[in-house]
């Protein structure tokens, strides 16, 4: 069974690889009833992509995808 740190860190990298990097500052902060996602994307499909790589690991949890979607960030 994995930590809390551990399990944070492990949904940071599982959205890192989904969404190829693609998201600035990216930041997940893991609640005890909620996930939240964090940082900036330059299109909805890769805010899409990160939301997607937390459901691999947690698919019954709560998130909020708080990324913000700018078409100019790269």
Do not use: F, W
């Not at 551990?6 to 690889?17: C, D």
């Not at 998201?23 to 009833?33: F, M, N, S, T």
């Amino acid at each position: 069974m994995q930590t809390a740190p551990q399990l944070e860190l492990e949904l940071l990298r599982r959205v890192q690889t989904r969404t190829g990097r693609r998201i600035r500052d990216l930041a997940v902060e893991l609640l005890p009833e909620r996930v939240v996602l964090r940082g900036y994307a330059a299109t909805y499909h890769v805010k899409q992509l990160a939301q997607q790589g937390v459901r691999e690991l947690l698919p019954s949890i709560r998130l909020e995808n708080a990324i913000t979607v700018n078409g100019s960030v790269n």
